[in-house]
T-cell receptor, first 114, second 113 residues
């Protein structure tokens, strides 16, 4: 079936640097995408979302970019902090009108180095 | 407002035993979901519900049953546990219409011996 995947399983960055986490999706009918953060032993936590009619959306220290041409998402974290260390997942909710069950990628482990 | 809660937090079962995982949400959400997460993988949908009294199969439904007798609760049952069901189980809920963001519980870690 359709799937959402990530390019890299791990990413290490220096504290204070910017982080970029990438995600590829395959369902061209999807119109809504979400980034989640999962800390060890906890459930996924919503970070930011974006609809397919947008190219970019900014939150607090985070930006999501959507390139529909190549079916690619990225999550940018500015001034990465130790508390940002976690696994990051992108998820695809499928086309409008569906039950909106999430299809998750396998995740990227972000490690922030002191 | 507790959000999404799950009971129990951790459980060990022997092969063939049964158990029920409870998910509760206090946000008056219509939709509820059960996922499993295996090591190094993303979450996979087991079953979901679009409202009280309704259930539907997800990606990996075999070996599980669910019930949604009350809007705020979504139960996941294992009738005869197998080692392959060792996993971390997450429940999620979301509102109908508008925002489709799902909110997750803290998870239940299940070990089947």
């Amino acid at each position: 079936g359709e799937s959402v995947g990530l390019h890299l399983p791990t990413l290490s960055v220096q504290e204070g640097d910017n982080s970029i986490i990438n995600c590829a999706y395959s369902n061209s009918a999807s119109d809504y995408f979400i980034w989640y953060k999962q800390e060890s032993g906890k459930g996924p936590q919503f970070i930011i979302d974006i609809r397919s009619n947008m190219d970019k959306r900014q939150g607090q220290r985070v930006t999501v970019l959507l390139n529909k041409t190549v079916k690619h998402l990225s999550l940018q974290i500015a001034a990465t902090q130790p508390g940002d260390s976690a696994v990051y997942f992108c998820a695809d909710t499928g086309p409008r009108g569906s039950a909106r069950q999430l299809t998750f990628g396998s995740g990227t482990q972000l490690t922030v180095l002191p | 407002n507790a959000g999404v809660t799950q009971t129990p937090k951790f459980r060990v079962l022997k092969t063939g035993q049964s158990m029920t995982l409870l998910c509760a949400q206090d946000m008056n959400h219509e939709y509820m979901y059960w996922y499993r997460q295996d090591p190094g993988m993303g979450l996979r949908l087991i079953h979901y519900s679009v409202g009280e009294g309704t259930t539907a199969k997800g990606e990996v439904p075999d070996g599980y049953n669910v019930s949604r007798l009350k809007k705020q609760n979504f139960l996941l049952g294992l009738e005869s546990a197998a080692p392959s069901q060792t996993s971390v189980y997450f429940c999620a809920s979301r509102a109908s219409g508008g925002k489709e963001t799902q909110y997750f519980g803290p998870g239940t870690r299940l070990l089947v011996l």
